[in-house]
C-alpha cells in the first residue's frame, strides 16, 4: 500500500509538472483510497501538498522565464480571497457534498482539455510585464486589458479551490490562455504561481478546523516535489495537445471511480 502511495505522490508531482494543474485531483483521491485519511483532512492535506509542490515548480518555471508574474499577482490575489473563503465554508458543507463537487468539477475538466485547443505561440515577440527574460506572445495583444477578467475568475475559481480542495490549475490554464493570448508554457508556469498561492490559502482554512496526519503530508510532499521536477523536464518532449487529451481521459477514469465509490 506504501509503495501505491509513493507511486501516487510521484504521479502527482509529474502531472503537476507537466500541466500546471492536476495535482490536488490525484493528491486527494490518493490519500483518501490508498492511506485512509478522512475525507476532510484528505481535502486540506492535498492543499498543503500541492502548495508547496507548487512553489518550488513555480520557482523552477519562473528561472526559465515561463512565469508572468503580473498576471500571477492579479489572478493570485483574488484567487487567496475566493480560497479561504471556500476552504471555511467546505468546514460546514456535508462531505458527500463535497466529493460530488469535485467528480463534476473533474468531469468539467476533462471536457475542457478534450475541446479546447490551445493557441500557438507567436514566434519573435515579448510579452510586456512579465516576470521572467525571454518570454514569447503576440505582439498585437498584452494581458492587461483583460486583468478585469482574470480578477473575476481569480475569485470564481478560488471558491472552488478552497471548497472542494483542488488548486485550480486545471481551470487557471485554459482561462490564461483563452482570455490573455498567453502561450501554453508560460500559462503553465503562471499557473504553477497561482495555484500555490491560492492552495496555501485554502490549507489555512482548514488548519485548526479538521486533523492533519503531519508526518504522511510530509513523505506525500517529498515524493511529489520530485516527481514535478520530472514532469518540468517531460513536458517539452510531448505534444501539448496530447498530453491534455490523455490527462482529460484520466480525470473521466477518477471522478466515475469516486462517484461510484463515495457518493452514489
Given at each position: 500500500?506504501?509503495?501505491?502511495?509513493?507511486?501516487?505522490?510521484?504521479?502527482?508531482?509529474?502531472?503537476?509538472?507537466?500541466?500546471?494543474?492536476?495535482?490536488?485531483?490525484?493528491?486527494?483521491?490518493?490519500?483518501?483510497?490508498?492511506?485512509?485519511?478522512?475525507?476532510?483532512?484528505?481535502?486540506?492535506?492535498?492543499?498543503?501538498?500541492?502548495?508547496?509542490?507548487?512553489?518550488?515548480?513555480?520557482?523552477?518555471?519562473?528561472?526559465?522565464?515561463?512565469?508572468?508574474?503580473?498576471?500571477?499577482?492579479?489572478?493570485?490575489?483574488?484567487?487567496?480571497?475566493?480560497?479561504?473563503?471556500?476552504?471555511?465554508?467546505?468546514v460546514y458543507t456535508p462531505v458527500q457534498v463535497q466529493l460530488t463537487l469535485f467528480a463534476l468539477v473533474m468531469y468539467a475538466a476533462a471536457w475542457k482539455m478534450l475541446q479546447v485547443k490551445m493557441q500557438p505561440v507567436v514566434r519573435g515577440a515579448q510579452l510586456a510585464g512579465a516576470g521572467g527574460p525571454n518570454i514569447p506572445v503576440a505582439e498585437t495583444e498584452t494581458i492587461h486589458a483583460h486583468m478585469g477578467h482574470i480578477a473575476v475568475h481569480g475569485i470564481g475559481v478560488g471558491v472552488l479551490t478552497g471548497l472542494v480542495g483542488v488548486g485550480g490549475g486545471f481551470l487557471i490554464v485554459p482561462a490564461l490562455v483563452l482570455l490573455s493570448g498567453i502561450p501554453m508554457k508560460i500559462?503553465?508556469?503562471?499557473?504553477?504561481?497561482?495555484?500555490?498561492?491560492?492552495?496555501y490559502s485554502g490549507f489555512a482554512g482548514y488548519i485548526g478546523a479538521v486533523p492533519v496526519d503531519w508526518a504522511i503530508m510530509g513523505s506525500f510532499t517529498l515524493v511529489t516535489v520530485a516527481g514535478s521536477f520530472a514532469g518540468t523536464r517531460l513536458a517539452?518532449?510531448?505534444?501539448?495537445?496530447?498530453?491534455?487529451?490523455?490527462?482529460?481521459?484520466?480525470?473521466?477514469?477518477?471522478?466515475?471511480?469516486?462517484?461510484l465509490k463515495s457518493v452514489l
Open positions: 500500500m506504501m509503495i501505491i502511495a509513493i507511486f501516487a505522490g510521484a504521479i502527482t508531482g509529474i502531472v503537476l509538472g507537466l500541466f500546471g494543474s492536476g495535482g490536488s485531483i490525484i493528491a486527494m483521491p490518493a490519500l483518501m483510497y490508498l492511506l485512509d485519511v478522512e475525507a476532510k483532512s484528505a481535502i486540506a492535506m492535498s492543499l498543503g501538498i500541492v502548495a508547496i509542490t507548487a512553489t518550488i515548480s513555480g520557482w523552477d518555471n519562473w528561472r526559465r522565464g515561463n512565469v508572468d508574474l503580473k498576471v500571477a499577482a492579479m489572478f493570485g490575489l483574488f484567487g487567496v480571497i475566493g480560497t479561504y473563503g471556500g476552504a471555511r465554508l467546505g500559462a503553465i508556469g503562471t499557473s504553477l504561481v497561482i495555484v500555490a498561492a491560492k492552495s517539452h518532449r510531448f505534444s501539448q495537445e496530447t498530453l491534455k487529451r490523455s490527462f482529460g481521459a484520466f480525470l473521466i477514469f477518477v471522478a466515475t471511480y469516486i462517484l
